[in-house]
């Protein structure tokens, strides 16, 4: 995924500069048809608010790359106060800096968020993880300070014109992923951004700039600064995505797999590294083909398929069928050794507990579907479903014969997520009048009702 050595790589992206380059309709891709009908809304009213708004990052990227983006994200120069005047259906988030949510019929939501000024220590601070920071500033402050160049374009609707303060359409027309300013400096500030580079080299199939690519061999264990819950956030992205195996094979290479599970390593370079390897590959080739049709993997059963090659190596997983008394304590074995091994990442104990008994049932799954004996008590265990569905991953990855089309259509039917936010159900008879806060000194009762 490096540029290769004959094609000299571009600058590095200066991060003082401050003329972008504006690109007319004519000259790119994107049409307000593909633009979501709500962000458009928001870009509108906004607008005529008298307020400079652009549809920003990732949206822009994936209508340029002629994608459909999943989130159409808004930056504007309205302060997160004005944008709930604006916006009634809306909603303040975010600790280090707010963001409005605006909520749609539907359960859709589109981010608006006020630019940002590039931190003190983004300029010419010490070496330090990036601050927190509120501080608001201009378009061109809002680009620079963002990951990767490919995510530093705006799109605006009065003239329907891209703009590109950081050279973001220039590397997507060159296939290439490379950070906004030094990329050393940008990693430490931020150690999670190395994940962003490894994702969207997978997603894209662009080649990872060699100053970018270094700077995340150099720092790669700095991963282990992030708080655990993002880098399960993070990783979690990646495994549901559609581009696993691309996604893997860029992990393995640039060392990132072995910060994440670090007892991964001798598996992958042991002497039969390179059959787990392959093997681990085949795997997440064959969650590709399932999402890229629409599927939807249990988070445990993703984890599972990821940790079956190292399994295999640490108990010989399938050349053991166990029976009774052996079986429970074997279960217990993994379960306590995945307690060990996940519990660092915030795993769910429940999930913990599902992929122990995926890989523990797997050889029975094996040796029943040799002899073409299904037990009907099988059949009627809880955790059938799922364990099925690892073997029958597990089979296709090994013999190249895709599972049944039943089996794939139950996948691909499964009912998304629902979203985590439900809109408030309106009271019957009108709004009731509040009595304020209950610490309220206006209250008739009182301070929590209790008499003066």
């Given at each position: 995924?490096?540029?290769?050595?004959?094609?000299?790589?571009?600058?590095?992206?200066d991060?003082q500069?401050?003329d972008?380059?504006?690109i007319?309709?004519?000259d790119h891709?994107?049409t307000?048809k593909r633009?979501?009908?709500?962000a458009l809304k928001?870009l509108?009213?906004?607008?005529?608010?008298g307020?400079?708004?652009?549809l920003?990052?990732g949206?822009?990227r994936?209508l340029?790359l002629g994608?459909?983006?999943k989130?159409?994200?808004?930056?504007?120069d309205?302060?997160?106060?004005?944008l709930?005047?604006?916006?009634r259906n809306?909603r303040l988030i975010?600790?280090?800096f707010?963001l409005?949510?605006?909520?749609?019929?539907?359960n859709?939501i589109?981010?608006v968020s006020t630019f940002?000024?590039?931190s003190?220590?983004d300029?010419?601070?010490g070496?330090r993880v990036l601050?927190?920071?509120?501080?608001?500033?201009?378009?061109?402050?809002d680009?620079?300070?963002?990951?990767?160049?490919?995510?530093?374009l705006f799109?605006?609707i009065?003239?329907?014109?891209?703009i590109d303060?950081?050279g973001g359409v220039?590397d997507?027309?060159?296939?290439i992923?490379?950070?906004?300013g030094e990329?050393?400096?940008?990693v430490?500030?931020d150690?999670?951004?190395m994940?962003?580079?490894?994702?969207h080299?997978?997603r894209n199939n662009?080649?990872?700039e060699?100053?970018?690519?270094q700077?995340?061999i150099?720092?790669r264990?700095k991963?282990t600064?992030?708080?655990i819950?993002?880098?399960?956030?993070?990783l979690l992205?990646?495994l549901?995505?559609s581009?696993c195996?691309?996604?893997?094979?860029l992990?393995?290479?640039?060392g990132?797999?072995?910060?994440l599970f670090p007892?991964?390593?001798?598996?992958?370079?042991?002497?039969?590294?390179?059959e787990k390897?392959?093997?681990l590959?085949?795997?997440?080739?064959v969650?590709?083909r399932?999402?890229?049709g629409?599927?939807?993997?249990?988070?445990?059963?993703?984890?599972?398929?990821l940790?079956?090659?190292?399994?295999?190596?640490?108990?010989?997983?399938?050349?053991?069928?166990?029976?009774?008394?052996?079986?429970?304590?074997f279960?217990?074995?993994?379960?306590?050794?995945?307690d060990e091994?996940?519990?660092p990442?915030?795993?769910?104990r429940s999930h913990r507990?599902?992929?122990?008994?995926?890989?523990?049932?797997?050889?029975?799954?094996i040796?029943f579907s040799?002899?073409?004996?299904?037990p009907?008590?099988?059949?009627?265990k809880?955790?059938?479903q799922?364990c099925?569905?690892?073997?029958?991953?597990?089979?296709?990855?090994t013999?190249?014969k895709?599972?049944p089309a039943?089996?794939?259509?139950?996948i691909?039917?499964?009912?998304?997520?629902?979203?985590r936010?439900?809109p408030?159900?309106?009271r019957?008879?009108g709004?009731?009048?509040?009595?304020g806060p209950s610490?309220?000194?206006?209250q008739?009762?009182?301070i929590f009702g209790?008499k003066?």
């Amino acid at each position: 995924m490096l540029i290769p050595t004959d094609r000299p790589p571009a600058a590095t992206v200066d991060a003082q500069a401050a003329d972008p380059r504006i690109i007319l309709p004519p000259d790119h891709p994107i049409t307000k048809k593909r633009i979501d009908r709500e962000a458009l809304k928001v870009l509108h009213r906004l607008r005529d608010a008298g307020h400079v708004a652009y549809l920003v990052g990732g949206g822009v990227r994936d209508l340029y790359l002629g994608k459909t983006p999943k989130d159409f994200d808004i930056s504007t120069d309205a302060r997160p106060g004005q944008l709930r005047k604006l916006f009634r259906n809306s909603r303040l988030i975010g600790r280090r800096f707010r963001l409005v949510q605006v909520f749609f019929p539907g359960n859709k939501i589109i981010e608006v968020s006020t630019f940002r000024c590039r931190s003190e220590f983004d300029l010419n601070g010490g070496e330090r993880v990036l601050a927190a920071n509120n501080t608001y500033g201009s378009p061109s402050d809002d680009a620079f300070r963002r990951d990767l160049t490919i995510n530093g374009l705006f799109y605006e609707i009065e003239n329907s014109s891209i703009i590109d303060y950081t050279g973001g359409v220039r590397d997507m027309e060159r296939g290439i992923i490379r950070f906004i300013g030094e990329p050393g400096k940008r990693v430490q500030r931020d150690p999670a951004r190395m994940l962003r580079v490894i994702r969207h080299g997978a997603r894209n199939n662009f080649a990872i700039e060699p100053a970018t690519w270094q700077a995340i061999i150099d720092h790669r264990e700095k991963l282990t600064l992030c708080p655990i819950s993002r880098i399960r956030d993070e990783l979690l992205k990646d495994l549901h995505g559609s581009v696993c195996r691309a996604w893997m094979q860029l992990a393995i290479d640039s060392g990132i797999l072995y910060v994440l599970f670090p007892f991964y390593r001798p598996v992958l370079e042991g002497e039969d590294g390179p059959e787990k390897l392959r093997l681990l590959l085949a795997l997440q080739a064959v969650v590709d083909r399932l999402h890229s049709g629409g599927g939807v993997l249990p988070d445990q059963v993703l984890f599972a398929l990821l940790l079956l090659p190292w399994a295999m190596t640490e108990y010989k997983l399938l050349e053991k069928t166990y029976k009774g008394p052996e079986f429970h304590r074997f279960l217990n074995t993994l379960r306590s050794r995945l307690d060990e091994l996940l519990g660092p990442m915030s795993i769910k104990r429940s999930h913990r507990e599902n992929i122990a008994l995926q890989l523990v049932t797997l050889p029975q799954f094996i040796r029943f579907s040799r002899e073409n004996k299904w037990p009907r008590w099988l059949k009627r265990k809880s955790y059938y479903q799922e364990c099925d569905l690892f073997f029958r991953i597990f089979t296709e990855a090994t013999t190249g014969k895709q599972m049944p089309a039943h089996i794939t259509a139950a996948i691909i039917s499964q009912p998304p997520p629902k979203a985590r936010y439900k809109p408030a159900r309106k009271r019957r008879g009108g709004k009731r009048k509040s009595g304020g806060p209950s610490f309220a000194g206006t209250q008739k009762g009182g301070i929590f009702g209790l008499k003066k």
